[in-house]
Nanobody
Framework: QVQLEDSGGGLVQAGGSLRLSCAQS????????MGWFRQAPGKEREFVAA?????????VANYADAVKGRFTISRENTKVYLQMNSLKPEDTAVYYC???????????????WGQGTQVTVSS
């Protein structure tokens, strides 16, 4: 069983930065795909970014078009981070960390979820 705890959300002005963290506990594997999703009020949850294992010590990151060039996903030991720069009001949402067994599909099919952390970007 994998437990995820995400944190780091807050209130920031447009153009600012935040770094979200996701801590894994329980039975965890470095080969798991780790992702970040978000859900804005009245909208469906959407994929933001993921990092998946490619073999050995190689990982590859994938991003939604809306965040490319502004957000960076990274992982270190049992933590996964989402560095968010140049934030916009439309980035306002609850952000969720997620994990799944190794797969080439990174935007769906996650087995484990964090509780979510609120990010609010003011204009």
């Amino acid at each position: 069983q994998v437990q995820l705890e995400d944190s780091g959300g807050g209130l920031v002005q447009a153009g600012g930065s935040l770094r979200l963290s996701c801590a894994q506990s329980g039975q965890t594997f470095s080969t798991y795909t780790m992702g970040w999703f978000r859900q804005a009020p009245g909208k469906e949850r959407e994929f933001v970014a993921a990092v998946r294992w490619m073999g050995g010590n190689t990982y590859v990151a994938n991003y939604a078009d809306a965040v490319k060039g502004r957000f960076t996903i990274s992982r270190e030991n049992t933590k996964v981070y989402l560095q968010m720069n140049s934030l916009k009001p439309e980035d306002t949402a609850v952000y969720y960390c997620a994990a799944k067994r190794p797969s080439v599909v990174v935007i769906t099919g996650y087995d484990y979820w964090g509780q979510g952390t609120q990010v609010t970007v003011s204009s």
